[in-house]
């Protein structure tokens, strides 16, 4: 992990599309602002986790149910 010490109105670049910006320090909030392409996935870590957790469970449904049709149609 790479640790970097930035104050407000500072960024950092992560290769050449992505830039984040401290936009602000409130207590223990940091604002940040993040331009990146519009094909890249922005989420909260905890969204993140989430929509993964969705998917494994969709996915996993969608094999029962494929189970279940079969049995259906025989």
């Known amino acids: 992990m790479l640790v970097l ?3 407000s ?3 950092i670049q992560i290769g ?3 830039e984040i910006t401290i936009l602000g320090v409130e207590g223990d909030q ?3 602002g993040i331009n990146a392409p ?3 996935e922005i989420h909260r870590k905890e969204i993140y986790l989430a929509i ?3 998917n494994n469970a969709a996915s996993n449904t969608s094999i029962s149910l494929i ?3 079969k049995t259906l149609i025989k």
């Open 30 to 32: 940091v604002k940040l």
């Open 16 to 18: 050449d599309d992505i």
């Open 38 to 40: 519009k094909q890249v």
């Open 52 to 54: 993964k957790e969705e």
């Open 5 to 7: 010490t930035r104050k």
């Open 67 to 69: 189970d279940q049709l």
């Open 9 to 11: 109105k500072e960024g």
